[in-house]
């Protein structure tokens, strides 16, 4: 008779947790998205002062954002499905260019075990396209973001359970590139 007391309790229970659930607001933090799990923090280096304004993801601006990002990589996808390196290399920013281009970060690429396995040494960009991004991003997709402000976001994608970050985007003249920071 005990045990049937506390199971006909458990729904009122339930029910007071979640309607005092609801109930608690942290006015300093943004509201986070079902698939966020932490707020934004802006960086403001380089911002002017009104840029510089508290940035809130609302749950809109991050739905429109998360929409946008998805058309980009299926677009980027296809780009990279047909080998296309000229198209490839408009949708990256200059600092990504700089970076992938770099004699060092190509050798320390080259070293990972599946190009040494196949002994393929990166010399360009244009291999680090061929060997690197068409075998592992032609059929990317998107899960999630996570903003780290409002022209930086984290492209997720969730494989067997675990999230991994697919791109560093960031947002140039309206438009989103890959980028690195």
Known sequence: MKAKLHIGLLPLLLFLYLSCAG???VVDEPPLSPLRTEPVQEKTKGLTPREQEEFVVTDEIYSQT???IKEFVQVLNQVIKSKDFEAWSTYLTADYIQRTSDPQYLAEQSEKPILKKKNIVLKSL???FIYVVVPSRSGAHIDDIEFIDRHHVKAI???RNTRGLLYL???EEKQ???GVW
């Open 176 to 178: 989103w590139k890959i």
């Open 23 to 25: 109930k608690t607001q």
């Open 126 to 128: 244009s291999d680090y």
């Open 169 to 171: 985007l960031v947002r």
């Open 157 to 159: 994608s969730i494989i």
């Open 66 to 68: 998360l929409d946008q």
